[in-house]
């Protein structure tokens, strides 16, 4: 796994729509294991790239809600989203990242998600076990092993520029369908802004 980062700066391109990100020439790759080396030639990507329009910069979104340990009534972990901004937020480009591990970008069933002024979203993991309705997810497990009960330290949400937004810290011991739950969605720099929920059964997604 490559920890190599590239930052393209585009101009004269029309924001909402989808590009093709294309190199050409050569590109100085380095690795610790490897002396440095050049790629040369084209690199055309896979994948497509969005390009946003201008947001205010005032957004503020919040990890709310966070369960990492399940019950047998239900059986996956989740990351609560809420949108204190003023306005719509577009998710496009943000990340989660799990302890210290690499952030995981949010994916989207429709390709982009609009998440609106006040309103709350789900993250969820292993996308092949969820069903077909608009969901955000994560490709595979959050993390490398999912959220640990045990051990987990911390979880960031990251905006495109890699700009921490928000973060939860556990507070205590995790609770089996409990989730840990800010008190005032609102208020993002209390620390002892969290409770656990008052559900003892799945926490919100009951």
């Known amino acids: 796994e490559a920890g190599d980062s590239l930052t393209v700066f585009a101009e004269n391109v029309e924001p909402e729509k989808y590009y093709r ?3 050409r020439g050569r590109i100085l790759s380095e690795d610790k294991r490897m002396l440095s080396y050049y790629y040369g030639g084209n690199y ?3 994948e497509l790239y969005f390009i946003k329009k201008k947001e205010n910069k005032n957004i503020c979104l919040a990890i709310n809600e966070v369960l990492s340990y399940p019950s047998e009534n239900y059986n996956k972990e989740f990351i609560e989203l809420f949108n204190c901004s003023d306005e719509d937020v577009d998710l496009r480009g943000y990340s989660i990242k799990v302890d ?3 952030p995981q970008k949010l994916l989207f069933k429709n390709y982009s998600f609009y998440l609106s002024k006040g309103g709350y979203s789900l993250i969820l993991s292993n996308m092949k076990e969820l069903s ?5 997810y994560v490709s595979g497990k959050f993390g490398k092993n999912g959220l640990s009960n045990t051990s987990l330290t911390s979880i960031q949400l990251l905006d495109e520029k890699g700009k921490i937004l928000s973060e939860f810290r556990p507070f205590g011991k995790a609770k089996r369908g409990i989730s840990y739950e800010r008190i005032n969605p609102y208020d993002l720099n209390y620390e002892k802004n969290w409770g656990y929920s008052v ?8």
Do not use: W
């Not at 077909?132 to 955000?136: A, I, K, T």
């Not at 559900?199 to 009951?206: E, L």
């Open 21 to 23: 990100l294309i190199l």
């Open 44 to 46: 055309v990507s896979d």
């Open 100 to 102: 210290e591990n690499r």
């Open 132 to 136: 077909n309705e608009p969901l955000v």
């Open 199 to 206: 559900s003892p059964i799945g926490s919100t997604p009951n």
